[in-house]
Structures are given as structure tokens and as C-alpha cells.
């Protein structure tokens, strides 16, 4: 890994929750639109995480993956997973997924008239992607586009580079669509670089707006079956990382419930 250039230390957000040790610490889709725009407005740069289930298979056995999210600005629950986890403490949460703010984020960057950039997927869904939104969002000041090559190191030398032309650009807001673990990587070393510049994980968000990619129907978005449906259209790449998901799942609720079990009983106040 290159030394980055700051260790400028990041605003602090109190946690809502913790799911298996990692604190969420924005709870629906509107306050983190608001973070974004806030932190931005001030000079302040940020790293935004969104934990899925994928996310905490990894961050059991990757030392690193659990480094960058200790040091993540911000939080968001991805998943009706993680939803749920929260609700059995008794904490409300939003699933707001890379997916789910790319748009709002864009229009919220229009009107707040804060450039962006987009890294990551490919080149001609970067360029599809940045003529539609162009196309209905007015005002979206689009400063910069990269797809790096395959095999990118996120920690590189060259994705220092590809952050200092982002950079370089004017742009304030990336979004970085390089998949887990590469996108968290990228933007926790960036940040440190870059401190004025927000550096957000999509996913596959840039290919469901360039059409490269099909997102699972409202309807299963909204009744938390995302996960069935992608597993139904790629069952050969995704069944042994929902296998692995479905056995930390369990883990974690079995742990909550032990939890629970031994928590001595709170004595009633009688009157």
C-alpha cells in the first residue's frame, strides 16, 4: 500500500446500532442524503460504507475490510438482513443500499451544486450512465468519469493517480463502483489523501442506470427477496456468497440471543 498524504481525522456520528461489533450510524435514506450534503457544504470529506451481509462474512475474516470500516465516516444498513438484525434490538433502521442513493445523491448534488465524479464499472456504462442522468437531472455537474483497468489494486500506486485526477477535476462526491472489498478499500485510502473530496461504494448502481445490469423489481426490493432474485439470474456466482451469508446470519442471531438470555432481568418498579 502507497502512504496517503492525511490522517485529517473525520467528523464523528454517534452509532445507532451495532450489528456483530460494527456500528451503523445513519439510520434512513433522507438523513444520509442530509450527512452527504452537510459534511460537503462544510469542506468535510467523507468515507460511506454500506453494510450488507457480504460485508460482514468479510469483515469476520479480513483484517484489513475490518481497518477501513473502523475508520468509515458513515454507516447505512444494506439488506433486510441487517434491517432485521437491528429491529431484534429494538433499533429502527431504513435499508439503504449504494443502489438505492445513487440517484437521490445525484439530484440532492444538483441542487446543492457539488460536482461529482463516477469511478469504476465500465467505460461505456460510465459514459451511458453519465448521458442519462445529464439527461434528467439539470444542473448535474458530472467532472469526471474512469473506469479503471482490470486487476486494479485499490491501494495502489495507480489508484492514487486515478484519486489525484479526481481530484484534479473539481469533483467533490465519487461514486466507486468497484464491488466489495475494492470500493471500501479505495475510498478509506483516498479519503485520507483527498480530505475534501466524498468517496461513496455503489456497486452495480452506474449499471442499472446505463442499462448494463437489471435490479431486482420494486416488489422485491420493497418485501427485502432482492437477494432471491439475484440468486435466481446468477445462481452459479451467487449461491456459495448467500450460503456463507445465511451461516453468519444465523451466527449472529444466535449470538444476540444468547446475549439476551443472559442479560440479568431488569426488577419492576411497583407502585
Not at 438482513?81 to 437521490?104: H, I, K, M, N, Y
Request: a positive charge.
Amino acid at each position: 500500500m502507497v502512504p496517503v498524504m492525511s490522517e485529517k481525522v473525520r467528523p464523528q456520528v454517534a452509532a445507532k446500532v451495532e450489528i456483530d461489533g460494527q456500528p451503523i450510524n445513519l439510520a434512513t435514506l433522507g438523513e444520509t442524503i442530509e450527512a452527504v450534503v452537510t459534511s460537503l457544504k462544510a469542506g468535510r470529506g467523507f468515507s460511506l460504507f454500506t453494510l450488507n451481509m457480504d460485508h460482514l462474512v468479510k469483515l469476520r475474516s479480513e483484517s484489513a475490510f475490518r481497518e477501513a470500516y473502523s475508520r468509515a465516516t458513515f454507516v447505512t444498513a444494506d439488506g433486510a438482513p441487517v434491517v432485521w438484525l437491528a429491529r431484534r434490538q429494538g433499533v429502527a433502521l431504513e435499508r439503504t443500499t449504494g443502489a438505492d442513493l445513487f440517484v437521490p445523491l445525484c439530484e440532492a448534488a444538483a441542487r446543492a451544486q457539488i460536482p461529482v465524479a463516477f469511478f469504476g464499472a465500465s467505460q461505456s456504462s460510465l459514459e451511458a450512465a453519465a448521458a442519462r442522468l445529464r439527461e434528467t437531472i439539470p444542473g448535474l455537474d458530472i467532472r469526471y468519469v474512469e473506469a479503471p483497468a482490470q486487476g486494479f489494486d485499490p491501494t495502489s500506486s495507480a489508484a492514487c493517480e486515478a484519486a489525484d485526477r479526481i481530484a484534479a477535476s473539481g469533483a467533490r462526491l465519487c461514486f466507486v463502483a468497484l464491488g466489495a472489498p475494492k470500493q471500501e478499500y479505495f475510498s478509506d485510502v483516498m479519503l485520507r489523501r483527498h480530505p475534501g473530496i466524498g468517496f461513496l461504494g455503489v456497486g452495480a448502481a452506474i449499471d442499472f442506470v446505463s442499462g448494463e445490469q437489471v435490479r431486482a423489481p420494486a416488489l422485491f426490493q420493497r418485501t427485502g427477496l432482492e437477494w432471491f432474485w439475484r440468486l435466481a439470474t446468477n445462481p452459479r456466482r451467487m449461491f456459495t456468497r448467500y450460503a456463507r451469508c445465511a451461516l453468519t446470519l444465523a451466527s449472529i442471531a444466535l449470538q444476540d440471543l444468547r446475549r439476551r438470555q443472559a442479560a440479568p432481568a431488569v426488577p419492576s418498579v411497583n407502585g
